[in-house]
Structure formats: structure tokens, C-alpha cells
């Protein structure tokens, strides 16, 4: 049994974004083996965990180069020396000046290329500090003892960027031929107990679906780099044949994270206004789910989407919506061109559509709601491929980690 310390950025609340379930479900899984600590520097006053200990970090800002850095307390700086193992992600390390400074090995999680997500924003791009973060990226892996990321693409991205930050030598290469010990594939994953809802909670807010319609929902934030114009425009083609299929977006407020998503969010008003489906067809939530009421609005579902732009942020994602649609059974139909589609092609978990493709996105829709038996089957391919995805199945790269710690 290892002690291991998750430190992530993300807020620790009841309302979960990604990267603050990601750490909440690594604790509870990695807690079954070894004594975790889940620590952070923004909670919620309400937040715990039963099943891990909780640490809240007391810490004061300084600016360096222009990015702000949190310098850890005293107690916090002794703190991390009690621990067999430190795991991160990539920004923390960023954020956390101190880190670099204790012999603890650190294992850096590098699920969320964030350098991508910045260059694919709606607003002017600031060069100055893309090119200070992608500086930043390769002094973080010449830090890092270990390395986890979201998959085997992402994987190959940093084994480039290894060998940019001299991590990588022919001495390693004879030890290690394919870094195995380096760098794993530890992605987001599910929960293996089933969803369960005690109410219809999508119905209940937009009282207007009726128990005879068919419900397709965009799942998670609306950022700039995803693509729900076409979507909107693949409701409007189907809505000239059917109108009991309506479209729910979640993560519709653009105060949520103002620099990503504000002009996709008004954007996908304005044309769902203009088509005049607004309210009738379309339906915008935007306040954030609880992480513990999901259930109630993902089973009171037909269909997920996933719809994004051709760009290096697609070819290097991890779409963390799509592991609710998987856990809930929903069908996911999907823009081509990221690890997600790959799986969904290749285990038949939905419907693999071509980039901006209206017409493909709505007949894909249509095939699924339109026939009951292939709707079935693909439920059927998601219960069995499912389990491979059950977060306690994905650590197992972290615990051989620790288990090679405790030989040395």
C-alpha cells in the first residue's frame, strides 16, 4: 500500500466539472488499494468524500511571466513529503512553483492537452502566452517521474515532446523500448455501479417535452472548439418530418467559462431563434448538473451527442461526455476525428457522422430513433465494452507504478 497524493486545480464541489471528477473518481478507486489523499485549493464548503480523506490547500498567489502561481503554506510544503506518490495534471505543476522542489515522485497527468484548447479559443489567441505555455509543457515533463494520459494518440504527442525535453536517451530506450515505465494510457472513465434515477429531471425543467418525445442531449460545456451550429441545423432538417424529437443543451451559460465559450453559446441561441425552434425543438440549461443528480437527466435520455470542428484539439481529445452517455446506455452519435469516434466505429456504440455534416448528423439521429432493434443492439455493444472503461480497471497503470516505487 502506497500513500498517494491527488493534487488537482479544479474546483472540488458537488458540481463536478471534468477535471474535478476525474480526481474524485481516481480516489475513490485508488483508495481500495492504497491511503489517498484528495487535495486542493478550491472547495466547496459542503464538499466531502466517505470514501478519501480531504485536504484543502492554503496557499497565496505570485505572478511569474505573466501566469499566476500558487505558493503552498508551510504546512502544505511538509505536508507533501509525507507521501509515497504525487499525481497531477500537467497544470498544477504549472501552477504550484513549489512542487518541482521536494524528492516525492510525481506522476503528471497529461489528459487535457490545454495548449490546444487555448489556440482553438473564439477570441484572438495571445501568442505570448501560448508560446510561454507550450514552454511550460516541456519544463513540466523534464519534472515529471511518471506519465499518464488519456490515449494512445495523446500518448505519441508526448513521447514528441519527451524527446524535445532530452527525457528520453538511448540508455532509457535499452532499459524500457516503448516507455512503458514512462508514460501510460489512464483515461476518464465510469463508474462501474449502474446509474439509478429517482426522478425525470430533464422532463421536470422543460416541462414542455412531452413522455412521447424523443430527447437528444449535448452533455457538458459549449466551447468554442466544439461544434454545435450543426447540430442545431441537423434539429431543423429533422424537425421538417418529425416534431416530437427535441435537443437539450447543458453547460449553456456562458459566464461558466466566459473565455471558451460565450460566442458558441450565443451563437447556438441566435440560430436556434432564427430557425424557430427555440423552445419548441431546442432547449438551453444552463445551470451545472450536481455530480450526483446526473443520473436523473442522462436516463430521462434517447441519444448523446458529440460534435466538434476538424482541429488538433479533436484529433487530441478525450471527450469526458462521452463516459456519461456510455454509463447511462445512450446511444452516441458523433462528429468523426477523435479518439471517441474511434471506439465508437470500431465496438458499433452509436453512429460516426463526417465534420459539419448536417444532413449525415440528422439521418444518423433518425437511424437510431427509427429503428428500435439497431437502437437495442448498440445498448447492447455499450453494456459489453463498458466495463473496460470502469475506473478501477483504468488506475491498474498506477498501481504497477507504485508497486515498481515500493521495489525501489
Not at 464541489?13 to 480526481?23: L, V
Not at 466531502?48 to 505572478?63: E, G, Q, R, T, W
Not at 432538417?237 to 427535441?246: C, Y
Request: glycine residues 4%; aromatic residues 10%.
Amino acid at each position: 500500500m502506497s500513500k498517494i497524493l491527488l493534487l488537482t486545480e479544479g474546483n472540488l464541489s458537488n458540481n463536478f466539472a471534468g477535471p474535478g471528477m476525474r480526481y474524485f473518481e481516481f480516489a475513490r478507486a485508488l483508495a481500495k488499494k492504497h491511503q489517498v489523499t484528495l487535495a486542493g485549493l478550491s472547495f466547496d464548503p459542503d464538499f466531502s468524500s466517505p470514501d478519501v480523506n480531504v485536504l484543502k490547500i492554503s496557499a497565496f498567489n505570485v505572478i511569474n511571466l505573466g501566469i499566476k502561481i500558487s505558493v503552498p503554506n508551510s504546512f502544505f510544503r511538509k505536508e507533501l513529503t509525507k507521501y509515497d506518490l504525487i499525481i497531477t495534471p500537467g497544470g498544477a505543476l504549472r501552477s504550484f512553483g513549489s512542487l518541482t522542489k521536494i524528492k516525492t515522485p510525481i506522476a503528471i497527468d497529461l489528459y487535457n492537452p490545454w495548449f490546444f484548447e487555448m489556440m482553438s479559443s473564439g477570441r484572438s489567441p495571445n501568442k505570448k502566452k501560448i508560446t510561454q505555455n507550450i514552454k511550460k509543457v516541456v519544463e513540466i515533463i523534464k519534472e515529471g517521474n511518471y506519465f499518464i494520459c488519456a490515449s494512445s494518440k495523446q500518448r505519441d504527442l508526448y513521447i514528441g515532446l519527451m524527446l524535445a525535453a532530452e527525457k528520453i536517451d538511448p540508455e532509457k530506450l535499452k532499459i524500457d523500448p516503448l516507455l512503458e515505465d514512462l508514460i501510460a494510457v489512464v483515461p476518464t472513465g465510469i463508474p462501474s455501479t449502474p446509474p439509478k434515477a429517482n426522478k425525470k429531471s430533464l422532463r421536470s425543467e422543460c416541462p414542455e417535452i412531452k413522455e412521447s418525445d424523443k430527447v437528444v442531449i449535448w452533455w457538458g460545456g459549449m466551447w468554442d472548439w466544439l461544434d454545435p451550429i450543426t447540430l442545431i441545423k441537423a434539429i431543423d432538417i429533422i424537425s421538417r418530418k418529425r416534431k416530437d424529437v427535441k435537443l437539450v443543451f447543458f453547460g449553456a451559460d456562458p459566464l461558466t467559462a466566459k473565455d471558451f465559450s460565450s460566442k458558441t453559446v450565443a451563437d447556438s441561441v441566435e440560430l436556434s431563434k432564427k430557425l424557430n425552434l427555440y423552445q419548441k425543438q431546442i432547449y438551453f440549461i444552463s445551470r451545472w448538473i450536481p455530480y450526483a443528480e446526473r443520473a436523473n437527466w442522462l436516463l430521462d435520455a434517447d441519444i448523446g451527442i458529440i460534435s466538434h470542428h476538424k482541429s488538433l484539439e479533436t484529433e487530441f481529445s478525450w471527450r469526458t461526455r462521452a463516459m456519461d452517455y456510455l454509463w447511462a446506455g445512450l446511444p452516441i452519435i458523433t462528429t468523426e476525428g477523435d479518439s471517441i469516434a474511434a471506439l465508437v466505429e470500431k465496438h458499433s456504440l452509436g453512429r460516426v457522422v463526417p465534420y459539419q455534416n448536417a444532413k449525415s448528423m440528422a439521418e444518423a439521429i433518425l437511424a437510431i430513433l427509427e429503428n428500435p432493434r439497431d437502437h437495442e443492439r448498440i445498448k447492447e455493444n455499450i453494456q459489453r465494452f463498458s466495463p473496460s472503461l470502469y475506473w478501477e480497471n483504468i488506475v491498474v497503470p498506477i498501481h504497477n507504478f507504485c508497486k515498481k516505487l515500493i521495489r525501489k
